[in-house]
């Protein structure tokens, strides 16, 4: 059995890969040779919380888990199987793996949904998956500027700092979320807020919005006006949004969920997301993260180890 360290994700699984790969689990999802498993949540009276999520793709199938405490940090791994077997494969740290599948998604949904001559980024957040998210954004669109805004000024330009100097774009720490939002073609929210962070009048006509920050029921980053004003909202999963999606589960009714806008980002072609992508029409992707989303990436990364030879050989399971 493979043992992969965070320093061997890094390593192996390079942006624009993880973005095929999300595009291959979503035509999984769509084709139904892919499965995926909604989150489950074990919470301890201590605070601790355990977080289940599971998936099936291709020739491995398998789940991740990771542990939370908001005084001791989060603990992340997968576990990764042979499909034809049940044989267990791999175990990966997945710190890395979860923020850059996270940021992949949205680059696909950005592929599919945002116009072609996007030129101006507005980020809300500078934390755990701010970089990765916009790392995706650039590796589909031309994108020429960027702005950030955080509530920390450290850390929002130390972001900026940091994006600059790795994505060689243009990067401005602004002193509101309004200045930041405001001009953007492609608006990206990672954060942990429980409230909208920021107003729908700030989003200009023809925007792409990645709301990428909460899978909590009870917390938002979205203003329930911009999910009225956009003509289409994607998400990776109804039945895990209606579960977790608490930008949809507080902005919106139950009638909301039978609202022809909303899809599924598997049932998005090409063609499909070009329909939307005009100058007047505002779009959002609400991201939660999928287990098959995960395994997608384990796999390939379980293949890329044992042709580079990384990894360290673990004594576990061996018959």
């Known amino acids: 059995m493979l043992f992969l360290s965070e320093a061997d994700v890094a ?19 769509a084709d139904r040779t892919s499965q ?23 020739k491995y ?3 991740k888990l990771y542990s939370t405490h908001a005084l001791h940090g989060a603990h992340f791994v997968v576990v990764l199987y042979d499909a034809e077997t049940a044989r267990p494969l791999a175990i990966l740290e997945a710190n890395h793996l979860g923020q850059i599948r996270t940021g992949a998604a949205s680059g696909l949904a950005t592929d599919l949904l945002a116009r072609k001559d996007v030129r101006a980024l507005g980020v809300i957040g500078s934390g755990f998956q701010a970089e990765t998210q916009v790392e995706a954004v650039l590796a589909v669109r031309p994108i020429e500027r960027i702005k950030v805004w ?14 600059s100097r790795r994505f060689g774009v243009p990067t401005a720490a602004v002193v509101s979320a309004e200045e930041s939002v405001s001009g953007a073609d492609v608006v990206i929210t990672a954060t942990s807020a429980g409230e909208p962070v ?3 009048g700030w989003v200009k ?3 792409h919005i990645n709301a990428a920050g909460s899978n909590h029921p009870q917390r938002r980053e979205l203003p329930a006006e911009i999910l009225e004003a956009a003509s ?3 998400v990776d999963s109804l039945e895990q949004a209606r579960l977790e999606a608490g930008d949809l589960l507080l902005g919106m009714g139950e009638e909301f969920w039978k609202d022809s806008r909303v899809v599924e980002l598997s049932s998005l072609g090409e063609s499909t997301g070009a329909i939307h992508a005009r100058l007047d029409r505002i779009t959002i992707f609400k991201s939660v993260g ?24 673990l004594p576990l399971f061996q018959a």
């Open 11 to 29: 390593a192996l699984l390079p942006m624009p890969k993880a973005i095929d790969l999300m595009r291959e689990a979503f035509r999984g999802l």
């Open 150 to 163: 955080s509530r920390t000024g450290e850390n929002r330009h130390r972001f900026a700092e940091e994006c």
């Open 198 to 200: 920021f107003e729908a």
């Open 290 to 313: 999928l287990g098959v989303e995960d395994i997608a990436a384990a796999g390939f990364l379980y293949e890329e180890a044992l042709r580079a030879g990384k990894g360290q050989d």
């Open 205 to 207: 006509p023809g925007a």
């Open 61 to 63: 199938f398998g789940a």
């Open 36 to 58: 995926n498993q909604p989150r489950r949540r074990l919470i301890l009276p201590a605070g601790s919380i355990l977080h289940q999520l599971a998936g099936a793709h291709g």
């Open 232 to 234: 289409l909202i994607a």
